[in-house]
């Protein structure tokens, strides 16, 4: 793991890097389960070291989870009319 750490120390970065925690959201919640998995793992080092963006982080997953719930409802409504 050479070429992680030169490259860390190269661009001068934290580890993790602070602003990975907001795109790794969109990650946590892949259709591909291998993604979110780590997407999970990296958010949650991420906010170990950088505890200041947890609440934003927490109000980004409840967005995506009330958003995924109305498309499920919306679904599960569609599929009982269809089906009824």
């Not at 992680?4 to 602003?19: A, C, G, H, I, K």
């Not at 780590?38 to 934003?56: F, G, M, N, R, V």
Request: proline share 6%.
């Amino acid at each position: 793991m050479i070429f992680p750490t030169s490259l860390r120390e190269d661009l001068d970065l934290d580890e993790p890097y602070e602003e990975m925690c907001s795109p790794l959201v969109d990650d946590v919640i892949h259709p591909e389960d291998t993604i979110r998995r780590a997407a999970a793992e990296c958010l949650a080092k991420a906010l170990t070291c950088h505890p200041e963006y947890i609440d934003a982080i927490i109000e980004q997953l409840m967005q995506n989870y009330e958003k995924k719930l109305e498309v499920t409802k919306t679904v599960y409504v569609c599929v009982l009319v269809m089906y009824g």
